[in-house]
């Protein structure tokens, strides 16, 4: 377990503290779903295929639409029930993804939003959770157990196979993300898909049978070689492509020399703690750069570059 006091915020980190009432102990009851689509104060968030729609009020974007606001856009009847704010009831719909935004709405990738901060706290972590839900049953619209095709229930925080009564629930993949170390360095690795200049630290789902300790020695092994031994837990963070609960670790290096795997990585280096300073604010030399604050892996580098 590391001992650094730095933690991110819900706030700080992106897709996570989500403020609805989830309602978990009604939702799956359907007078109290029809009453919450009846609500003329509910409030939607649209999608056009995988990317959400917003708006410009006041200066910043909006991403809740009203009953009417969303009827204009073509959306149809709200089914997918994410929780109930101060606002009233919250639900996420979801259009071709080659619908034409009205006048004043706009569509834009999620990822995009995020990376460049336009969409941050509370608004992102209700676009990730409504990602993540209709992302879902996109891909489970069929019975794994026998193939017939599946009912929305709950909500839409079920779905029910009316051939042999199977029910299907949301998933959440777990994926271990480390920072790995060794005295006054840590080791980041690049990815084929990062762009140029990019480092970030090693992750990897957790398979089954394995703890996140477990999972944590095994990628680090399989990616870079190395040898791992304490690995403690620092924070999490939900991550909506499609569903994955990023799980932050501490590691410590058992030694420094590298095996790198070129099918998994482009490549992977140790870094000092002074350059993991400069990755964050953008000032490396060579002009290399961490990720952006809406991931997990900028506060791990944050917790490393502290000291």
């Given amino acids: 377990m590391t001992d650094q006091p730095f933690s991110p915020s819900a706030a700080d980190l992106g897709y996570a503290g989500l403020a609805l009432e989830r309602a978990g102990d009604n939702r799956h009851d359907p007078a109290f779903i029809a009453v919450q689509q009846g609500d003329g104060a509910r409030r939607m968030v649209v999608f056009a295929g995988e990317r959400p ?20 856009l073509g959306a149809a009847e709200p089914w997918m029930f994410l929780g109930r704010s101060d606002g ?6 979801q259009l071709p993804a080659e619908t034409e935004p009205a006048p004043g709405t706009f569509v834009e990738d999620l990822r995009a939003l995020a990376t460049d901060g336009r969409l941050a706290g509370e608004p992102l972590a209700l676009a990730g959770l409504a990602k993540s839900m209709l992302s879902w049953h996109a891909r489970h619209g069929f019975c794994a157990n026998c193939g017939a095709a599946t009912d929305v229930a709950g909500g839409g925080w079920r779905r029910e196979c009316p051939s042999c009564g199977t029910q299907h629930f949301p998933r959440v993949d777990p994926v271990v993300i480390m920072l790995v170390t060794i005295g006054d ?8 898909r990062f762009p140029e200049g990019m480092w970030s630290c090693l992750a990897g789902f957790v398979e089954p049978g394995e703890t996140i300790e477990a999972a944590a020695r095994r990628e680090i092994m399989e990616e870079a ?12 963070q939900p991550w909506p492509f499609p569903s994955q ?14 095996t790198v795997d070129r099918s998994e990585l482009d490549d ?34 944050q917790l490393f570059a502290r000291g």
């Fill in 53 to 72: 729609m917003l708006k410009a009020a006041c200066g910043a974007l909006e991403l809740l639409f009203d009953a009417a606001e969303a009827a204009a």
């Fill in 88 to 93: 009233g009831p919250v639900f996420a719909v």
């Fill in 185 to 192: 360095r840590c080791l980041l690795g690049r990815q084929p």
């Fill in 225 to 236: 070689g190395v040898a791992i031994g304490s690995v403690g837990y620092a924070f999490s």
């Fill in 245 to 258: 609960l990023m799980l932050g670790v501490v590691a410590k290096a058992l030694g420094d020399e590298l």
């Fill in 268 to 301: 992977a280096r140790w870094f000092t703690r002074d350059e993991v300073a400069r990755l964050l604010t953008g000032e490396h030399e060579l002009g290399l750069s961490a990720p952006p604050p809406a991931a997990i892996a900028h506060h791990l580098l």
